[in-house]
C-alpha cells in the first residue's frame, strides 16, 4: 500500500481527494478536498462521519441542518488564517462558492449541531525554536473546539525551515516508564508549497515517516500542492521546507481513546533537540499568517 497520495491518484467524484477510513486501511480518519467552479455547487451526506468545511483558497456558502454558514475562507492558506464550519454525522449538506476546501473528518458517535468557526478566534501558536519555527493554527484542536473524535490543526513552516521535529509518534494508548502519555491516533497530512498548484508539478517539500519495532513504515515522501502522506503508525517527521518555497500542511487526527487528544511520544534518539530551543528565539518571519490576512 502507498502511503503518499500524489494530487490527482485519489479523486472520485465530486471529491478531487477522497481519502476515506477504507482506502487509508484504518477505522475513523478521513479527509476530501472540493474544487468547484464559479458558483458551483455540491450536496453530499455526512454518514457516520463529522466533518469540517475548512476554506484552502476561496469562499463559500454552507447549508446544513436549516443553518447557512458564510465562509469568508482566504485567498490561499499562505494568506490568512480561515474562518470553517463544522458538519455533524448524519446531515445533507449543500456546499455553494468558488475555490478549494478540504474536509477533514472523522467516524463519530455523537452527533453534535452544526457550527460555524470564525477566523478570529482561532489560537495561533508558534512553536519550536531557530530552524525548527514553524506556525501552528489550532482551529480544530480538542481544547479550543468541540468535535466528537476529529482532530485538525494547520502548521505553516517557514522556507528553509523543519518541522513536525523531534520525530514523534502516537500508536500506543499508554504511558510510558518515563511518564510521558502516548494515544494511538491515525493522522493525514495534506500539503501545499508557495508558488504551486495542484497537478502543476511546481515546487516540493519532503515528509518523512519510518516505523517502530515490528511494525514497519518507510516513507521519504517528495510533496506537492495537494499531495497526502497517510501516517497509520510510527514516528513522522521532520517535514522539510526547502529554501525559497514555505510549506503548509493540514493535519487531521482521530483515534478511538474517550477523550480527543494529540499526545505523542517522541523518538527518543531526537528528543534533546526540544531541549536546546530553550533561551532560542522563534524564526522572526514567523507569525506568516494572521485572521484576515498579512502578518
Same mark, same amino acid.
Given at each position: 500500500?502507498?502511503?503518499?497520495?500524489?494530487?490527482?491518484?485519489?479523486?472520485?467524484?465530486?471529491?478531487?481527494?477522497? $481519502?476515506?477510513?477504507?482506502?487509508?486501511?484504518?477505522?475513523?480518519?478521513?479527509?476530501?478536498?472540493?474544487?468547484?467552479?464559479?458558483?458551483?455547487?455540491?450536496?453530499?451526506?455526512?454518514?457516520?462521519?463529522?466533518?469540517?468545511?475548512?476554506? %484552502?483558497?476561496? !469562499?463559500?456558502?454552507?447549508?446544513?441542518?436549516?443553518?447557512?454558514?458564510?465562509?469568508?475562507?482566504?485567498? !490561499?492558506?499562505?494568506?490568512?488564517?480561515?474562518?470553517?464550519?463544522?458538519?455533524?454525522?448524519?446531515?445533507?449538506?449543500?456546499?455553494?462558492?468558488?475555490?478549494?476546501?478540504?474536509?477533514?473528518?472523522?467516524?463519530?458517535?455523537?452527533?453534535? !449541531?452544526?457550527?460555524?468557526?470564525?477566523?478570529?478566534?482561532?489560537?495561533?501558536?508558534?512553536?519550536?525554536?531557530?530552524?525548527?519555527?514553524?506556525?501552528?493554527?489550532?482551529?480544530?484542536?480538542?481544547? $479550543?473546539?468541540?468535535?466528537?473524535?476529529?482532530?485538525?490543526?494547520?502548521?505553516?513552516?517557514?522556507?528553509?525551515?523543519?518541522?513536525?521535529?523531534?520525530?514523534?509518534?502516537?500508536?500506543?494508548?499508554?504511558?510510558?516508564?518515563?511518564?510521558?502519555?502516548?494515544?494511538?491516533?491515525?493522522?493525514?497530512?495534506?500539503?501545499?508549497?508557495?508558488?504551486?498548484?495542484?497537478?502543476?508539478?511546481?515546487?516540493?517539500?519532503?515528509?518523512? $515517516? +519510518?516505523?517502530?519495532?515490528?511494525?514497519?513504515?518507510?516513507?521519504?515522501?517528495?510533496?506537492?500542492?495537494?499531495?497526502?502522506?497517510?501516517?497509520?503508525?510510527?514516528?513522522?517527521?521532520?517535514?522539510?521546507?526547502?529554501?525559497?518555497?514555505?510549506?503548509? +500542511?493540514?493535519?487531521? %487526527?482521530?483515534?478511538?481513546?474517550?477523550?480527543?487528544?494529540?499526545?505523542?511520544?517522541?523518538?527518543?534518539?531526537?528528543?534533546?533537540?526540544?531541549?536546546?530551543?530553550?533561551?532560542?528565539?522563534?524564526?522572526?518571519? %514567523?507569525?506568516?499568517?494572521?485572521?484576515?490576512?498579512?502578518?
Amino acid at each position: 500500500m502507498s502511503f503518499h497520495l500524489p494530487w490527482g491518484s485519489a479523486a472520485r467524484e465530486p471529491w478531487a481527494l477522497e $481519502v476515506t477510513p477504507e482506502r487509508a486501511g484504518w477505522t475513523y480518519a478521513g479527509l476530501r478536498v472540493l474544487v468547484l467552479p464559479a458558483a458551483g455547487e455540491v450536496t453530499f451526506a455526512t454518514g457516520e462521519e463529522e466533518m469540517l468545511v475548512l476554506p %484552502l483558497a476561496g !469562499s463559500a456558502t454552507v447549508h446544513c441542518d436549516g443553518l447557512r454558514m458564510e465562509l469568508a475562507g482566504r485567498s !490561499s492558506v499562505f494568506a490568512a488564517v480561515t474562518d470553517f464550519a463544522y458538519l455533524p454525522r448524519d446531515a445533507t449538506v449543500t456546499v455553494t462558492g468558488e475555490g478549494r476546501f478540504a474536509l477533514p473528518s472523522a467516524r463519530a458517535r455523537r452527533r453534535l !449541531s452544526p457550527r460555524y468557526g470564525a477566523a478570529r478566534d482561532v489560537p495561533v501558536e508558534l512553536r519550536g525554536a531557530g530552524s525548527a519555527s514553524r506556525q501552528v493554527n489550532n482551529f480544530c484542536a480538542p481544547e $479550543v473546539f468541540d468535535c466528537d473524535r476529529l482532530v485538525a490543526v494547520e502548521v505553516l513552516t517557514p522556507d528553509g525551515n523543519w518541522s513536525s521535529y523531534p520525530p514523534h509518534k502516537h500508536e500506543d494508548d499508554r504511558v510510558h516508564d518515563d511518564g510521558r502519555i502516548e494515544a494511538r491516533l491515525e493522522e493525514i497530512y495534506y500539503f501545499e508549497v508557495a508558488g504551486g498548484a495542484p497537478g502543476d508539478g511546481g515546487p516540493v517539500g519532503y515528509q518523512r $515517516v +519510518y516505523g517502530t519495532g515490528e511494525r514497519p513504515v518507510d516513507v521519504l515522501a517528495e510533496v506537492r500542492t495537494g499531495d497526502v502522506v497517510l501516517v497509520p503508525h510510527g514516528y513522522h517527521g521532520p517535514s522539510m521546507a526547502p529554501p525559497g518555497y514555505h510549506l503548509y +500542511y493540514l493535519n487531521v %487526527l482521530a483515534g478511538p481513546g474517550p477523550a480527543r487528544t494529540m499526545a505523542f511520544v517522541d523518538d527518543p534518539r531526537h528528543g534533546w533537540i526540544r531541549d536546546s530551543w530553550a533561551g532560542q528565539p522563534a524564526d522572526p518571519r %514567523l507569525p506568516l499568517t494572521r485572521a484576515g490576512g498579512g502578518r
